[in-house]
């Protein structure tokens, strides 16, 4: 079974302050993705990493930032926590040789900002 | 560009009754297709996905969903709706080959009265 962790499903933090989503994987697989889910606005695509410190912007970079130090492990980090990006957020893996890449999501985290 | 529509964000069946949630999508190149659905406070999982092998595929949970290219559609189906069907269902087209963006519709909520 594909193992996705988050780590933690709910989250409540300040405004100003620096937060840290974590994601690791036991699948060894290359790609791994941040998401926001907003209701009526689906799944978007904050970051994205393809390697070892390797990394890409998504949709919706504005705000956060990532680290990938480690294959399994891709942290997003919201540098100073605003109201608006009160979401839930989702880390997906892939494995990029799939001919038809499906993704692997963890449980999400739900982050609350005031 | 790629895009995903999804017909209705909110979908109310009868259990035992037909369920259709509509999908439509754009895409310059054929593309691969995928329904995820997602249980309360839970990440989304691969319900079923269209490689280009078969025009209707089978899922899971007795799911499954028919591409019609004339149409630009990849509606989903399902014959006798459970309770346990209730849930978040969301469409998704990716180019694949090793490509790393997905892109998820807005989601449809489906509702199973007893």
């Known amino acids: 079974d594909v193992k996705v962790t988050q780590s933690s499903r709910y989250l409540v933090k300040r405004t100003g302050e620096k937060v840290f989503l974590e994601c690791v994987q036991d699948?060894?697989?290359?790609?791994m993705f941040w998401y926001r889910q907003d209701p009526g606005l689906g799944l978007r695509l904050i970051y994205f990493s393809y390697d070892v410190k390797m990394k890409e912007k998504g949709d919706i970079p504005e705000g956060y930032s990532v680290s990938r130090e480690k294959k399994e492990r891709f942290s997003l980090i919201l540098e100073s926590a605003s109201t608006n990006q009160t979401s839930m957020y989702l880390c997906?893996?892939?494995?990029?040789?799939?001919?038809?890449?499906?993704?692997?999501f963890g449980p999400g985290t739900r982050l609350t900002v005031t | 560009a790629q895009s995903v529509t999804q017909l209705g964000s909110h979908v109310s069946v009868s259990e035992g009754a037909l369920v259709l949630l509509r999908c439509n999508y754009s895409s310059s190149v054929p593309p691969y297709l995928f329904w995820y659905v997602q249980y309360p406070n839970q990440g989304l999982q691969l319900l079923l996905k269209y490689t280009s092998a078969a025009t209707l595929v089978k899922g899971i949970n007795g799911f499954e969903a028919e591409f019609k290219k004339s149409e630009t559609s990849f509606h989903l189906t399902k014959p006798s709706a459970h309770m346990r069907d209730a849930a978040e269902y969301f469409c998704?087209?990716?180019?694949?080959?090793?490509?790393?963006?997905?892109?998820f519709g807005a989601g449809t909520r489906l509702f199973v009265k007893a």
């Open positions: 699948m060894d697989h290359e790609n």
């Open positions: 997906a893996i892939q494995r990029p040789t799939d001919r038809a890449p499906e993704q692997y």
């Open positions: 998704a087209v990716s180019l694949g080959g090793g490509g790393f963006k997905t892109i």
